[in-house]
């Protein structure tokens, strides 16, 4: 599959609805909304309040990324903000298996994240729960830094113990994603790519998520 992810991380807050509204008339798949505590990463995004004025615009699936520790705290309030698929990090979570399980009982899609320093074969044993894996290729906490390269490594990897376990999660990967790297991560086995730089800093965002799906 080859879906793109636009992250809001990059659009302009001050006209988030026209933001929306054009990610509404591309050729994208989810809208990528990233939640940041300032603890987990050392950045602080926004919370509920805003997922939910975003939901009350978006045509297509919110894809929310949880960058705060111990997201199980936090399952019904996304849920009740909009949220479509909520991914945590395996490394925010003590008992993922209880937290992944919570996301499905909310009605919701379950993902899994991995900071670039996580091995992927610590997931073997849930990948087979996941509706999708998401890979950060670069260190979570900002927009517009540079792709890690081993990312293509664990994608390839990743999709291996997919196939050894039967698991049907989608491949997802997030940070300095480009014009340039998104043939070569689908070619790997990603399914869904993140944009958040390359879509909203290009003269022409509607065009340039086309162009990544190509
Ligand atoms: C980083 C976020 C990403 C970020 C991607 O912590 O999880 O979703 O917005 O932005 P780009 O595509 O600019 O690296
Ligand atoms: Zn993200």
Same mark, same amino acid.
């Given at each position: *599959?080859? &879906?793109?992810?636009?992250?809001?991380? !990059?659009?302009? #807050?001050?006209?988030?609805?026209?933001?929306?509204? *054009?990610?509404?008339?591309?050729?994208?798949?989810?809208?990528?909304?990233?939640?940041? %505590?300032?603890? #987990?990463?050392?950045?602080?995004? #926004?919370?509920?309040?805003?997922?939910?004025?975003?939901?009350?615009?978006?045509?297509?699936?919110?894809?929310?990324?949880? &960058?705060?520790?111990?997201?199980?705290?936090?399952?019904?309030?996304?849920?009740?903000?909009?949220? %479509?698929?909520?991914?945590?990090?395996? +490394?925010?979570?003590?008992?993922?298996? =209880?937290?992944?399980? !919570?996301?499905?009982?909310?009605?919701?899609?379950?993902?899994?994240?991995?900071?670039?320093?996580?091995?992927?074969?610590?997931?073997?044993?849930?990948?087979?729960?996941?509706?999708?894996?998401?890979?950060?290729?670069?260190?979570?906490?900002?927009?517009? /830094? /540079? #792709?890690? %390269? $081993?990312?293509?490594?664990?994608? @390839?990897?990743?999709?291996?113990?997919? $196939? @050894? =376990?039967?698991?049907?999660?989608?491949? +997802?990967?997030?940070?300095?994603? $480009?014009?340039?790297?998104?043939?070569?991560?689908?070619?790997?086995?990603?399914?869904?790519?993140?944009?958040? $730089?390359?879509?909203?800093?290009?003269? %022409?965002? *509607? @065009?340039?998520?086309? +162009?990544?799906?190509?």
């Amino acid at each position: *599959m080859k &879906m793109i992810s636009p992250s809001l991380l !990059s659009a302009d #807050f001050g006209q988030l609805q026209r933001d929306i509204e *054009m990610l509404n008339a591309s050729e994208c798949d989810w809208l990528h909304v990233d939640v940041m %505590d300032g603890m #987990f990463v050392p950045n602080i995004s #926004f919370g509920q309040p805003v997922v939910k004025h975003i939901k009350k615009h978006a045509r297509k699936p919110l894809d929310v990324h949880l &960058m705060i520790m111990d997201p199980g705290r936090y399952v019904a309030d996304f849920q009740a903000a909009g949220a %479509d698929i909520l991914t945590v990090h395996y +490394e925010a979570c003590t008992h993922l298996d =209880r937290v992944l399980h !919570s996301i499905k009982d909310h009605g919701m899609q379950c993902g899994v994240v991995l900071n670039p320093h996580t091995p992927v074969a610590l997931l073997e044993d849930t990948v087979a729960l996941c509706d999708v894996v998401l890979l950060m290729s670069v260190n979570p906490g900002f927009g517009g /830094q /540079q #792709f890690i %390269d $081993n990312t293509y490594n664990k994608v @390839r990897q990743l999709k291996q113990i997919c $196939n @050894r =376990r039967n698991a049907s999660c989608l491949i +997802e990967v997030d940070g300095g994603v $480009n014009l340039r790297n998104a043939p070569l991560l689908y070619e790997a086995g990603a399914d869904v790519l993140v944009a958040g $730089n390359a879509v909203f800093g290009s003269s %022409d965002p *509607m @065009r340039t998520i086309h +162009e990544m799906k190509q």
